[in-house]
């Protein structure tokens, strides 16, 4: 390798670990590790099992990454592996449920209570983020994975579509009920900060 | 604009994927109906409170160090 790893791109670096080079793949590890360990932590709620999850994924990898022909496409690759994993785990846990539906007919233009303009201090509270996690940690897999993968870790919609098989429209709207359902939990939870003479409903 | 299109495009536009035009139309609307820009206000604070939610931990460098050794001796054994 002529390049340090540390300077290589994540697509060279994949091409090096190919050939071989076991600095490629410690570089690979160092930049991914802590994104495979978040998402299998927020996707199974368990400490040691996303740190185990997160070994089986960088040794399926890595044993497969022959198979990976078009390296510009590791990351979807990694993310997949990862998601599969989790699944894999909550499967065997009998935690894995592909409930999607909940009633959302009704959730658009239900609680008007406008808790956007509390202070910061209420809504960038701890507890706040705590309901927040709860609520998200309480959604359906399949919806709670696309809300963890877009709002939570910051992927593009397509490459949450093509880590999980599904199509852009299909992530949209997985993203779009779950946003629904925790926006609803957090009016409820923030309803206790409304003015009490109702003025501000 | 009714109220239907509108939360319609608030996903789009939370994703800045729709035109200036439909982005007017979509202000407009939102000074008319108070509904709306309520569900606006908060649909949009959800999402920005999701995204400040902290990572679980960093994976520590003791852990980082331990698994590419094993990557090491299970992919380029000796």
């Known amino acids: ?201 | 604009m009714n109220c239907r299109i509108c939360s319609k495009l608030l996903q789009e536009y939370l994703e800045d994927s729709i035109s200036e035009e439909l982005i007017s139309e979509l202000n407009e609307h939102l000074k008319e109906c108070r509904s709306c820009e309520i569900f606006f206000r908060t649909y949009s604070l959800t999402v920005r409170l999701s995204q400040r939610i902290e990572p679980p931990c960093c994976v520590s460098s003791d852990k980082i160090e331990r698994l590419t050794s094993l990557l090491n001796e299970r992919l380029f054994p000796k």
């Open chain 1, 1 to 201: 390798m002529s390049k340090p790893a540390k300077k290589l791109s994540d697509t060279a670096l994949v091409s090096e670990i190919k050939h071989g080079d076991a600095e490629a793949m410690e570089e690979i590890v160092r930049r991914f590790s802590n994104k495979v360990y978040n998402l299998a932590f927020h996707l199974t709620r368990d400490a040691s099992a996303a740190e185990e999850i997160m070994q089986e994924v960088f040794l399926t990898v890595l044993s497969k990454i022959h198979t990976l022909t078009n390296e510009a496409y590791f990351a979807t690759w990694l993310y997949r592996v990862t998601t599969n994993a989790s699944y894999g785990f909550l499967r065997k846990e009998k935690k894995y449920s592909d409930q999607t539906l909940i009633d959302d007919t009704n959730s658009e233009h239900t609680a008007v209570y406008d808790w956007s303009t509390l202070p910061d201090d209420i809504l960038l509270s701890e507890e706040s983020s705590t309901v927040l996690r709860r609520a998200i940690d309480t959604l359906p897999d399949t919806m709670r994975t696309v809300v963890i993968m877009k709002d939570v870790e910051g992927l593009r919609n397509e490459d949450i579509a093509q880590t999980l098989g599904l199509t852009v429209p299909a992530v949209k709207s997985r993203l779009h009920r779950g946003r629904l359902v925790l926006r609803e939990t957090l009016s409820d939870y923030f309803r206790k900060y409304s003015d009490p003479s109702g003025e501000g409903e």
